[in-house]
């Protein structure tokens, strides 16, 4: 996604279970920021969103924040698909934070910036919060 080398793609075998409701975060266990696309999906692709997650990586790296950044494309087939619904993933692109913890993965609401985002993930790493809007930001 985009062509930084900081964004890793995500593919079903890099999921696991973590509940019994069947929510999917990355096997590594590392906190992660994940955007949901689909190869169909022109929002998805825009060169906004594709420089966004770029920025997002690599000020990320820059500044040490131990969260990887990744992609996952939920609509690539029905495996992937399933990934994507146990999730709660109903519309592209998405936006998730997700660690070990139950309340994984915290849906993203809001602006499409990197100040933003950092914000979210600073709030969603102390937060028991299903989803964190911009007004809590």
């Given amino acids: 996604y985009?062509?930084?080398?900081y964004v890793k793609e995500l593919k079903p075998?890099?999921?696991?279970v973590i509940d019994l409701k069947r929510k999917l975060v990355p096997?590594?266990?590392k906190p992660t920021i994940t955007v949901y696309y689909a190869h169909w999906c022109p929002h998805c692709h825009s060169q906004e969103m594709t420089q966004l997650w770029e920025s997002l990586a690599e000020a990320l790296h820059k500044k040490?924040?131990?969260?990887?950044?990744?992609?996952?494309?939920?609509?690539y087939n029905?495996?992937?698909n399933e990934i994507a619904e146990a999730n709660g993933?109903?519309?592209?692109?998405t936006i998730q934070y997700s660690d070990n913890r139950v309340n994984s993965p915290i849906e993203y609401i809001g602006p499409?910036?990197?100040?933003?985002?950092?914000?979210?993930?600073?709030?969603?790493m102390s937060s028991n919060k299903k989803k964190i809007s911009?007004?809590?930001?």
């Avoid at 075998?13 to 696991?16: E, L, P």
């Fill in 2 to 5: 985009g062509y930084s080398k």
């Fill in 13 to 16: 075998s890099d999921f696991k």
């Fill in 27 to 29: 096997l590594d266990g």
């Fill in 64 to 75: 040490k924040i131990n969260i990887q950044t990744a992609a996952f494309n939920a609509d």
């Fill in 78 to 80: 029905l495996k992937y």
């Fill in 89 to 93: 993933i109903q519309g592209f692109p």
């Fill in 112 to 124: 499409r910036e990197p100040k933003s985002i950092l914000t979210f993930l600073h709030q969603a």
């Fill in 134 to 137: 911009n007004n809590e930001l």
